[in-house]
């Protein structure tokens, strides 16, 4: 009966973790190309007090690509969930937005997105890094993406704003 048992719970314990690794691989991203953004900053405290971050990513290839931004925090925790992917022309007051949640969406051949996190619901502050990845249907595409990533914010009235950009992986193609 103890052997039967213990047969049981190890066969249990198996089938468990190989469950686990299965589910794992199919959340993989697979990433052909990626690049890091050393420093992530934003936080919203109130309607004058914040700072917007806005990465702008391009495709320079001929054909669509699946594109990942992950936003990690000064602790390494996942804030992407936060952001949001801005295209299309402005009109009114915001530009089409889509929230993916995992910061995973399709950039058309030649198009441009923009990753954004601008929060206004709740207080919070991200210092941290962006890792933006890629990947392409063509396995023999090695760069694909061009980014940049500015800034906007606000302290304390509207005749104090500070902005600035970079360009990422120094302006060449990742």
């Known amino acids: 009966m103890k052997k039967a048992l213990i047969t049981t719970l190890s066969f249990l314990i198996f089938t468990l973790l190989f469950c686990g ?8 991203f697979n990433a052909q190309g990626r690049t890091v953004v050393p420093v992530f900053y ?9 700072t917007y971050s806005f990465i702008s990513i391009s495709n320079i290839t001929s054909e669509a690509v699946q594109c990942k931004v992950t936003i990690l925090d000064h602790d390494g925790n996942d804030q992407t969930h936060r952001g949001y992917i801005a ?3 402005y009109g009114g007051n915001s530009v089409p937005k889509t929230y993916p949640g995992n910061g995973e969406f399709e950039i ?8 954004c996190i601008a929060d ?4 919070y502050s991200i210092y941290g890094q962006a890792i933006i990845e890629w990947k392409s249907t063509d396995p023999r595409t090695s760069k694909a993406l061009m ?5 906007y914010g606000q302290s304390g009235s509207t005749d104090r704003t500070r902005s600035g950009s970079i360009a990422i992986n120094n302006g060449l193609p990742f």
Do not use: C, I, N, W
């Open 87 to 89: 295209s299309g022309q």
């Open 120 to 123: 206004t619901s709740q207080k």
């Open 21 to 28: 690794v299965a589910f794992a691989e199919t959340a993989t």
């Open 42 to 50: 934003t936080h919203f405290s109130k309607s004058d007090s914040f």
């Open 108 to 115: 058309p051949a030649y198009g441009t997105r923009l990753f």
């Open 147 to 151: 980014g940049t990533m500015r800034y």
